[in-house]
């Protein structure tokens, strides 16, 4: 499956972030055989922040980016997920793994998911409970307005192993998120179903200061499923410092998804 027709991998950011923050990453995957496409989702720097939650983020994602992929572009897709964007595209991949579509009718589907650093929640439960219940000091509430948050400093708390004369070009990455996102409970995640087994990938950052590699731990665990993980001496940005290698852990990945059984 994989070289004759390579499924394409949809770019899922966190919060705070958009799909551009990974093009560092991109030219090696093109290199690799592979094609990405955006995932983003409306709950980042949103106009009405108080008309925002992760469950209409779920179902943008999945209605206007996923089903559009599947059945209308016959595509196969890998999900890859970062942070925030971890709790986004486990809803939206709920039911989309392949051996579920296919015992459907249809031919494509989900063949695996990938998460970098990814926050996990369960059914019903909200980020910011899944984190304690407080939010991290660096996660700035109400700036610039009402409702929305920003990551300060950046340098310290994302990009940590990121060289220094790159602050000004990843500052731009960097967009107001609407807190509502991270307080609203999240639907089924898509990770628990059995037809991704074999099928769950995950990056674990071990220098990261915005997901401490410890949380990362507890999340996994209470996930109770089987992952494959894969360590990063990296902070919570791979795709930044790390590209080449993140490249190629993903292309492990993805070709570790070809030779599972459908
Ligand atoms: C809230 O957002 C949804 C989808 O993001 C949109 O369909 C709806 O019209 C919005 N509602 C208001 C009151 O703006
Ligand atoms: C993800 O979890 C980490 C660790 O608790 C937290 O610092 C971070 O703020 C969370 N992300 C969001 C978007 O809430």
Known sequence: MSSANPPLIVIVPGAFGTPDGFNKLLPYLTEAG?????????????????????????AFLRDSVLLPLLNDQGKDVVVLAHSYGGVVAGGAANGLAKG????????????????????????????????GGVYPPFIKVGTPSEGLAIIEPAMDILYNDCDRALEAE??????????????????????????????????????DCCNPSSLQDAWL????????????????????????????????????FGRCDV
């Open 100 to 131: 579920t579509r296919q015992a459907h009718g249809h031919s494509t589907g989900i063949v695996g998911l990938i998460y970098v650093a990814g926050n996990i929640t369960l059914e019903g439960e909200a980020l910011l409970t899944a984190v």
């Open 170 to 207: 990843l500052n731009a990455f960097m967009q107001p998120h609407a807190l509502r996102a991270f307080e609203m409970p999240a639907t089924a995640p898509a990770w628990a179903e059995s037809a991704f087994d074999g099928r769950r990938a995950y990056v674990r950052t071990l220098e």
């Open 221 to 256: 665990e209470k996930s109770k499923v089987e992952w494959d993980v894969v360590d990063f001496q990296t902070g919570h940005m791979p795709f930044v410092s790390q590209p080449r290698a993140l490249a190629e852990q993903i292309v492990r990945f993805v070709e570790g």
């Open 34 to 58: 592979y094609t990405t496409h955006p995932g983003a989702y409306p709950s980042c720097n949103p106009s009405d922040p108080t008309n925002v939650s992760s469950a209409q983020d779920i």
